[in-house]
C-alpha cells in the first residue's frame, strides 16, 4: 500500500513571530520553479505539517498558505468552550486556521498528567471540529527495560481512539529517544510500528490499518531518516529539535519526497 509521507515540525515551546515568518518563507522557497527539480519538494510527494506553539499559529498559518504545508495545535481541549483557563478549543484551532492537531505528546502526558482517557476526549473532540488528530503515543525508558513496550502502545491506542469515528494519524515517539540525541534503531522502529498497524488491523480493518501513516519521532534528523524511512510501516517523522532549523528540516523533506513511493 503506498502511502503519501508526512513530514511533521513540532516546534514545541521555541521560536518568536519573526522567526517562525523566516522559516516559512525558507519553505516557501523549496518551491519555487526556478530551483532545479530535483531539489524542489511538491505536495503530492510528501506532506508537511507544522505544528507552533499559539502565540505563533497566526504568522504561520499566513506563512505558509497556498499549500505549502498544513498547521496544526501542539494540543486541544476536549470541551468546546467555557471557563478552562489557558486551554484551547478545537474551534480555535479551526478558525486559526488548523486542519491538525497533536494529541497525547509524551511532554503533555509528563507535564500536565494527562490520562489516556483524556487524551481520548481531545482526539474526538479534534475530530468532531474537523481537525485530524495526530496521536502520539510512546513507551518510557523503564517500561522498554521491563518488557512492556507493546502492552503500553496498546492501552495508548486503544484508549485513545476510543469512540472515534474520523481520520487520525499515528506517531510513534519513544520517550526515551524525545531530546536525547539517542534514536531507535530501525529495527526497534519497524517492530513497534509493524505492532501498531496490525494493532489497527484488529480495531479498525486491514484495510484502513494500511491507509493510517504511522510516523516515527524521537531525535530524528537528516542523518537517519534515509533508513528509518525505508523500513516498511515507517511512514514519515514527528521532528523536534532538527524541526527548528529550516535548513535541517527541508533536508528531510527532500530526504522523504525522493524515497516516496
Ligand atoms: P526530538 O526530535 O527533539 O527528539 O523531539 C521529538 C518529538 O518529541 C516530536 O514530537
Known amino acids: 500500500m503506498a502511502r503519501t509521507p508526512i513530514l511533521a515540525a513540532n516546534w514545541k515551546m521555541n521560536m518568536l513571530r519573526a522567526e517562525a515568518a523566516s522559516f516559512c ?12 527539480p530535483a531539489d524542489r519538494v511538491s505536495a503530492d510527494r510528501v506532506e508537511v505539517l507544522v505544528f507552533p506553539s499559539f502565540p505563533l ?18 494540543d486541544v481541549h476536549p470541551k468546546a468552550s467555557g471557563a478552562h483557563t489557558g ?38 473532540a479534534a475530530q468532531e471540529a474537523g481537525l485530524i488528530p495526530l496521536v502520539c503515543v510512546g513507551e518510557t525508558r523503564e517500561e522498554r527495560s521491563q518488557g512492556q513496550t507493546l502492552d503500553v502502545l496498546k492501552r495508548q491506542v486503544t484508549a485513545a481512539l476510543d469512540g472515534s469515528s474520523g481520520s487520525f494519524e499515528l506517531a510513534y515517539e519513544p520517550v526515551w529517544a524525545i531530546g536525547t540525541g539517542e534514536t531507535a ?5 519497524q517492530e513497534a510500528h509493524a505492532f501498531l498497524r496490525r494493532l489497527l ?15 516515527y519521532g524521537g531525535s530524528a534528523k537528516p542523518e537517519n531518516v534515509d533508513e528509518l524511512y525505508a523500513e ?7 521532528v523536534g529539535g532538527a524541526s527548528l532549523d529550516s535548513e535541517k528540516f527541508s533536508a528531510m523533506m527532500r530526504s522523504c519526497a525522493r524515497s516516496a513511493p
Open 185 to 189: 534503531t530501525p529495527e526497534m522502529a
Open 87 to 124: 486551554d484551547v478549543s478545537a474551534a480555535q484551532l479551526v478558525d486559526a486556521g488548523c486542519s491538525w492537531v497533536l494529541c497525547g505528546h509524551s511532554e503533555r502526558r509528563r507535564d500536565h498528567g494527562e490520562s489516556d482517557e483524556w487524551i481520548g476526549l481531545k482526539v474526538k
Open 232 to 238: 516498511n510501516d515507517i511512514d514519515g517523522f514527528l
Open 57 to 74: 499559529l497566526d504568522t504561520v498559518a499566513a506563512g505558509l498558505a497556498g499549500g505549502v504545508a498544513s498547521v496544526g495545535g501542539q
Open 25 to 36: 518563507e525558507q519553505l516557501r522557497g523549496l518551491n519555487e520553479a526556478d530551483r532545479a
Open 201 to 215: 488491523g484488529d480495531m479498525l480493518g486491514a484495510e484502513r490499518a494500511s491507509q493510517v501513516r504511522i510516523l
